[in-house]
């Protein structure tokens, strides 16, 4: 007659073979080797008995653990490979993959970079403000009168609480030398907003890249050959560029620049790219008031500001003839700069 531990393992290991989940292996698990499962419970009474049976309940406990131990391992991995089998049966490999398109940069984008390249070799730093702006960082505190009208709501997107969204990058500078002292030297490229009519050369939202350079001695001549040496190194170093004199409150003198060049579309035609000028002693004074200090003492500092048109130099530097293919998203556009 067989040992009853003998035929607790034996209905163990035929209850193992049947099972068709991991849920129910580990209900088993639990019900024989378990802390107060049956096998475990034939180590608890050893104790109780006799000096001859010990060593033979003993090496049947042993081999009913083992061969349970190795049934449930097995049984545990048929389960795991019946799992695997099932979720790849309805794989089919011969299928043709999901093709991974890599995008590229945006025109703007593309031009921007070349941009940063350029001025960063020249020594300027990035700078940032926000696009939503005070009144004051974009007109006050560069020297615009209250009654000028590039304040109008007409040109203007004022926000029901006075703040607007910033007419021009000019706001950067402001925005930097409220924190940071002389000799200073940045580029801020942004959007900026106008309610301008749509069209092949405007739009409501355009961008730009902000200039400021502040230190001892600085000169229209710094400015001249600083912008200069950008416009040629982008676009080629044939290329014509005129100073043309302007106003602006916030910088005196002031002036507008154009650019031609036989590589460029239009070949003989100037092209307005960039504001700029001497940063007015009245916008140091403005920003002192402000910091309570006197960092940009405007008998010590000096300055040249500029803004250049983002938009206009892609256009240009691409040849593109519409500034609203660059927020069309569309893809016949977009992939020949790819
Ligand atoms: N902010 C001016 C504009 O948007 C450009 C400019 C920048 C002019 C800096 C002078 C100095 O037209």
């Given at each position: 007659m067989p040992?009853p531990l003998?035929e607790?393992?034996?209905?163990?290991l035929r209850d193992i073979?049947?099972?068709?989940?991991?849920?129910?292996?580990e209900n088993l698990?639990?019900?024989y080797l378990?802390?107060?499962?049956?096998?475990?419970?034939?180590?608890e009474q050893?104790?109780t008995?006799?000096?001859?049976e010990?060593?033979?309940?003993?090496k049947l406990?042993?081999?009913a653990?083992?061969?349970v131990?190795a049934a449930?391992a097995q049984t545990?991995?048929?389960?795991r490979a019946a799992?695997?089998?099932g979720?790849?049966?309805?794989l089919?490999?011969?299928?043709?993959?999901?093709?991974?398109e890599?995008g590229?940069?945006?025109?703007l984008?593309?031009?921007?970079?070349?941009?940063?390249?350029?001025?960063?070799?020249?020594?300027?730093?990035l700078?940032e403000g926000?696009?939503?702006?005070t009144?004051?960082?974009?007109f006050?505190a560069?020297?615009?009168a209250p009654d000028h009208?590039a304040?109008?709501e007409?040109d203007t997107?004022y926000?029901?609480?006075?703040?607007?969204?910033?007419?021009h990058?000019?706001?950067?500078?402001i925005?930097?030398?409220?924190?940071?002292?002389?000799?200073?030297?940045?580029?801020?490229?942004?959007?900026a907003?106008?309610?301008?009519e749509v069209?092949?050369?405007h739009?409501?939202?355009f961008h730009q890249?902000?200039?400021?350079?502040?230190d001892?001695?600085?000169?229209?001549?710094?400015?001249k050959?600083?912008?200069?040496?950008?416009?040629r190194e982008?676009?080629?170093?044939d290329?014509?560029?005129?100073f043309r004199?302007?106003?602006?409150?916030?910088?005196?003198?002031?002036?507008?620049?154009?650019?031609?060049s036989?590589?460029?579309?239009?070949g003989e035609?100037w092209i307005?790219?960039?504001?700029?000028?001497?940063?007015?002693?009245?916008?140091?004074?403005?920003?002192?008031?402000?910091?309570s200090d006197?960092?940009?003492?405007?008998?010590?500092w000096t300055?040249?500001a500029?803004?250049?048109g983002?938009d206009r130099l892609?256009?240009i530097l691409?040849?593109?003839?519409?500034l609203?293919?660059?927020?069309q998203?569309?893809l016949?556009?977009?992939?020949?700069?790819a």
């Open positions: 040992h003998e607790l393992r034996d209905s163990a073979a049947e099972t068709q989940d991991e849920q129910a292996l698990r639990v019900r378990g802390r107060s499962g049956s096998i475990s419970a034939w180590g050893m104790k008995l006799g000096k001859e010990r060593p033979v309940v003993g406990l042993h081999e653990r083992n061969a131990t449930l545990s991995e048929r389960l799992k695997e089998a979720a790849l049966a309805g089919d490999v011969s299928l043709p993959g999901t093709a991974y890599a590229a940069l945006h025109p984008t593309q031009m921007l970079d070349r941009a940063i390249q350029i001025f960063r070799r020249m020594g300027f730093a700078a926000p696009d939503l702006e009144e004051w960082h974009c006050d560069l020297n615009t009208p304040r109008n007409q997107f926000l029901a609480d006075g703040r607007l969204l910033r007419t990058t000019s706001t950067v500078q925005r930097t030398m409220e924190t940071a002292a002389p000799p200073l030297r940045v580029i801020a490229p942004g959007a907003y106008r309610r301008d069209d092949a050369t739009s409501a939202q890249i902000e200039g400021l350079y502040v001892e001695d600085v000169s229209v001549a710094d400015l050959g600083t912008l200069e040496f950008f416009l982008l676009f080629g170093e290329t014509a560029v005129r004199p302007h106003y602006f409150p916030f910088t005196e003198p002031s002036f507008e620049i154009d650019v031609k036989k590589a460029l579309k239009g035609q307005e790219v960039c504001g700029c000028g001497m940063v007015h002693p009245a916008v140091f004074e403005e920003v002192n008031r402000a910091r006197l960092a940009f003492d405007p008998e010590k300055g040249f500029f803004g250049l983002m892609a256009l691409f040849d593109i003839p519409d609203r293919l660059f927020a998203n569309d016949r556009f977009l992939r020949q700069f």
